[in-house]
T-cell receptor, first 112, second 113 residues
Framework: KAGVTQTPRYLIKTRGQQVTLSCSPI?????VSWYQQTPGQGLQFLFE???????NKGNFPGRFSGRQFSNSRSEMNVSTLELGDSALYLC???????????FGEGSRLTVL | DQQVKQNSPSLSVQEGRISILNCDYT??????FLWYKKYPAEGPTFLIS?????DKNEDGRFTVFLNKSAKHLSLHIVPSQPGDSAVYFC????????????FGKGTRLSVIA
């Protein structure tokens, strides 16, 4: 069974640009969550989607957005990038909303 | 406000000895707790979990203890091996409702050969 796939794995952007990250969940998993990991801050919850609906949203500014498609694949977008957005963005899928999370390897974003 | 706290950013242990990683939580609604392990350049992987109806759960070398009155849980690794060197995240969630996992900041464990 293929795991959670995130693309791209690494990317470099400059301040003010926008970025789109993609996540393909494990086949059959309908819930996708996104987390931001920065040094010293652990894993901070961004949002969670289930069957194309955003179920939960973390405490991040509106520059952070996401969506889920009918095939459960998900994308997150960050607009008007700031230096502080440099982080590892992790996607996780689960069979149901309250199920165990399976994480991808992450997309490491560097903002210059 | 940090609802899940891992107050030790790092821990060093000799190979073969016990590693004890601690986690405190503040939200009394949390009743399901998990530990994840993360190696560099990889995503976190699930290690072990415990429900609030239990005070201990064991899986091989890994044991999680839950003290509900103290809102404290700990992960014991016995014996520790160099391959256990990783960042360990504690996570918690209420068992009811569709609420996401809340993670601590992690503890970096180094097992020295």
């Amino acid at each position: 069974k293929a795991g959670v796939t995130q693309t791209p794995r690494y990317l470099i952007k400059t301040r003010g640009q926008q970025v789109t990250l993609s996540c393909s969940p494990i086949s059959g998993h309908r819930s996708v969550s996104w987390y931001q990991q920065t040094p010293g801050q652990g894993l901070q919850f961004l949002f969670e989607y289930f069957s194309e609906t955003q179920r939960n949203k973390g405490n991040f500014p509106g520059r952070f957005s996401g969506r889920q498609f009918s095939n459960s694949r998900s994308e997150m977008n960050v607009s008007t990038l700031e230096l502080g957005d440099s982080a590892l963005y992790l996607c996780a899928s689960s069979f149901r909303v309250t199920g165990e999370l399976f994480f991808g390897e992450g997309s490491r974003l560097t903002v210059l | 406000d940090q609802q899940v706290k891992q107050n030790s950013p790092s821990l060093s242990v000799q190979e073969g000895r016990i590693s004890i990683l601690n986690c405190d939580y503040t939200n009394s609604m949390f009743d399901y707790f998990l530990w994840y392990k993360k190696y560099p350049a990889e995503g976190p992987t699930f290690l072990i979990s415990i429900s609030s109806i239990k005070d201990k759960n064991e899986d091989g070398r890994f044991t999680v203890f839950l003290n509900k009155s103290a809102k404290h849980l700990s992960l014991h690794i016995v014996p520790s091996q160099p391959g256990d060197s990783a960042v360990y995240f504690c996570a918690a969630r209420p068992n009811s409702g569709n609420t996401p996992l809340v993670f601590g900041k992690g503890t970096r464990l180094s097992v020295i050969a």
